[in-house]
C-alpha cells in the first residue's frame, strides 16, 4: 500500500517540466491545423472584401471616363442632332473598356441651350454594381452599390452656336 500511496503523491505532485512534457505530447500538430483553419477563416472574407473593392472601383472608374467622354463629344459633334448619339456612344466605349454595360444609365443637360456659345453640358453616368458571388434570388438592391459620376463640359464663348 505504500507503494500505491507514494506512486499517487509523485503523480500529483509532478514538477512543471513533467507536466508540460505530458501536454506537449498530447498536443502535438495542433498548431498547423490551427493555423490552416484560422487562415481560411480570415482569408476567405478577405478576398471577397478585395473582389467587391475591386468590382466598385473598376464601376468608378468607369462611370467616371464614360461621362468625361461623353461630355466631350457632345460639345465637338457638329450639330445637336447628332450631339446625343455621339455622347452615347462614347460613354458605351468607355464602359466597354472596362467590361461593363451602359445600359440606361446615361442623362445629360445642357445649361443654357445645347452648342451655343456660353452654354455647357451637364452628363450623368450610373451603374449599378452587384456584389461578387451573390445570386439573383437574394440580391437586388440589398445586394448592388450604385455608382455614379457627373461631368460638366463648357462649349466656349467664343464658339460658333451650332444648336
Not at 505530447?25 to 467587391?52: H, K, S, T, W
Not at 450639330?79 to 446615361?106: I, K, P
Not at 449599378?128 to 440589398?142: H, N, R, Y
Amino acid at each position: 500500500m505504500t507503494w500505491r500511496l507514494l506512486r499517487a503523491v509523485r503523480g500529483v505532485t509532478s514538477t512543471p517540466a513533467a507536466l508540460a512534457r505530458r501536454r506537449a505530447r498530447g498536443e502535438g500538430g495542433n498548431a498547423i491545423v490551427e493555423f490552416c483553419m484560422m487562415g481560411i477563416l480570415f482569408l476567405v472574407p478577405l478576398v471577397y472584401v478585395m473582389l467587391a473593392v475591386f468590382d466598385l472601383q473598376r464601376a468608378m472608374y468607369g462611370a467616371s471616363a464614360a461621362a468625361r467622354d461623353a461630355g466631350r463629344a457632345f460639345v465637338l459633334a457638329p450639330d445637336v442632332g447628332s450631339a446625343q448619339a455621339r455622347a452615347r456612344q462614347a460613354a458605351q466605349f468607355a464602359m466597354a473598356d472596362q467590361g461593363l454595360d451602359l445600359g440606361s444609365g446615361f442623362s445629360y443637360q445642357c445649361d443654357g441651350g445645347c452648342l451655343t456659345a456660353g452654354s455647357a453640358v451637364t452628363v450623368r453616368v450610373s451603374y449599378t454594381v452587384p456584389l461578387p458571388f451573390v445570386p439573383d434570388a437574394i440580391g437586388g438592391p440589398l445586394a448592388s452599390i450604385p455608382v455614379s459620376s457627373t461631368h460638366r463640359t463648357p462649349y466656349g464663348d467664343y464658339r460658333e452656336s451650332k444648336g
